[in-house]
């Protein structure tokens, strides 16, 4: 079982930058491949970013290719979104996930737990 928690979220106006933080419970972290996801209001939870297990391989959505920067710390069971150029289309709900056994996956569906999710406004 892993509890997920994301904070960092809040309201930024367009070109700015965030950091989310997502702290997950549990000692078997690093068996985890972690994935950010976003649900903008009316519209279906889409990938943003996943990172692999060690650390070392990262995916991520066209949007937000050369913007976001995702990583992890294994020692510390945290995994990060640092979001640069930020736009308003960036805005939603921002949700920090946890696949067992994989290293990550585009498809919401191979995901285990996910975070209580936070929200990310960008003002034009």
């Known amino acids: 079982q892993v509890q997920l928690v994301e904070s960092g979220g809040g309201l930024v106006q367009a070109g700015g930058s965030l950091r989310l933080s997502c702290a997950a419970s549990?000692?078997?972290?690093?068996?985890?491949?972690m994935g950010w996801f976003r649900q903008a209001p009316g519209k279906e939870r889409e990938f943003v970013a996943g990172?692999?297990?060690?650390?070392?391989?990262?995916d991520y959505a066209e949007s937000v290719k050369g913007r976001f920067t995702i990583s992890r710390d294994n020692a510390k069971n945290t995994v990060s979104l640092q979001m640069n150029s930020l736009k308003p289309e960036d805005t939603a709900v921002y949700y920090c996930?946890?696949?067992?056994?994989?290293?990550?996956?585009?498809?919401?569906?191979?995901?285990?737990?996910w975070g209580q999710g936070t929200q990310v406004t960008v003002s034009s």
């Open positions: 990172i692999s297990r060690s650390g070392r391989t990262t």
């Open positions: 549990g000692r078997t972290f690093s068996r985890y491949g």
């Open positions: 996930a946890a696949a067992e056994g994989i290293d990550y996956s585009e498809s919401r569906t191979l995901y285990n737990y």
